[in-house]
């Protein structure tokens, strides 16, 4: 086992406020030239407000970085993981700046997004890119790690997640908590022109999560021999109310299904790796207060998170890439029926909108 050629992992994650003060100027990073309106900023602002101004993902995200360390050394591993964010401290640049000054020439980078779209993908091959051009001839070379939606470790994780939800729905009693349930498993909205341009090239956004859906469907008949139907919601959604996004949306779905005559759901946020900001207030709060109004039993599922075959699966993808940078011919291990992803995205891959050629420089190819 080698990490050779890579002199670090880098985690690079959207950021999130610390405190009060940290919350507008976060969100100007954020939203700025995306023509949100004013009225959607205050809202999420009052999200974090809630929450005494600080985002949970700047811990979580230090969680990760540590069972990260912890599972290269237990290996016998020395790579050093490093963290860096795109909208808040430490910025990526910075992070690429200091490693830089200890000798890192060339780094992988771990994207906090399983799913390839324009949101999950590009736009942080956008960002790496203009943190390199900041840095100019001290920049190092980076490569990033292929989506890893459909990596056993990622799955599994979620499997685990979801059968401790059901366990709580039944009372101890797993297969008894999910039989007759409903398993919402939910995701991050996004717009449907931006689903329409990450199909272009390769299996959708949607499609990814309905190939992790049928998986965890059938790895948890074949454990706990249940009855449930499942379905994909959306949580989340921003912009211009006019412009489509992917539905339904979380709540909505949730008041069909009680009106259906549903009595008990499991609600999994197999969209995101940790429990941030949309977990925590739009399923925690949101999503579980309408299932409260409407009759519906329902629990929260975790999510990845540290989970050991989350973590333990994150290495063994740094591990396989390593070694094919090396030359050597590695398996690429996945669940579902998509197969595994190229290590380099695809000229023109996850664009904001089909056919929209930006210019912006991208780590994966020269120009979009």
């Not at 900023?41 to 700047?58: A, T």
């Not at 489509?244 to 499991?266: R, S, T």
Request: glycine content about 10%.
């Amino acid at each position: 086992m080698s990490t050779t050629p890579y002199d670090a992992l880098l985690i690079c994650s959207f950021g999130g406020p610390n405190e009060t003060g940290d919350v507008v100027p976060f969100l100007q990073n954020v939203t700025r030239g995306k023509g949100i309106p004013e009225e959607r900023l205050r809202e999420v602002g009052e999200h974090y407000y809630g929450f005494g101004g600080k985002s949970p993902i700047n811990e979580q995200n230090l969680e990760l970085l540590s069972a990260l360390r912890a599972e290269f050394e237990r290996r016998g591993l020395d790579l050093p993981v490093i963290w860096g964010n795109r909208n808040w401290h430490p910025y990526t640049v910075d992070t690429l700046r200091d490693a830089s000054a200890f000798g890192a020439k060339r780094i992988l980078v771990l994207v906090t997004s399983a799913y390839a779209s324009y949101s999950g993908s590009r736009q942080y091959r956008e960002h790496l890119a203009a943190a390199r051009t900041a840095l100019g001839d001290h920049a190092p070379e980076i490569d990033i790690l292929r989506p890893f939606f459909n990596d056993p470790g990622f799955v599994q994780a979620n499997i685990e997640a979801i059968i401790e939800a059901a366990s709580e729905l039944g009372d101890g009693d797993a297969a008894a908590g999910l039989d007759g349930a409903r398993l919402v498993y939910v995701t991050h909205s996004i717009p449907d022109t931006m689903q329409d341009a990450s199909a272009v090239t390769g299996p959708g956004y949607r499609e990814q999560h309905e190939d992790v859906r049928a998986s965890i469907d059938t790895a948890l008949r074949e454990r706990l021999g249940s009855d449930f139907v499942s379905s994909l919601a959306y949580c989340s959604r921003s912009g211009d109310p006019r412009v489509p996004w992917l539905e339904p949306d979380v709540n909505d779905h949730i008041e069909a299904l009680a009106a259906d005559g549903a009595q008990k759901a499991i609600i999994a946020p197999i969209g995101f790796i940790s429990d941030h900001m949309e977990v925590a207030f739009d399923l925690d709060i949101e999503a579980l207060e309408t299932a409260t109004e409407h009759g519906l039993r329902a629990v929260r599922a975790g999510t990845a998170s540290v989970r050991e075959p989350f973590v333990s699966g994150l290495v063994d993808l740094v591990l396989e890439r390593a070694a094919r940078e090396r030359g050597e011919t590695v398996p690429a291990p996945t669940a579902g029926v998509l197969g595994a992803f190229p290590d380099v995205a695809p000229p023109g891959s996850c664009r904001m909108r089909h056919g929209e050629v930006s210019g912006i420089p991208v780590i994966a190819g020269a120009q979009d």
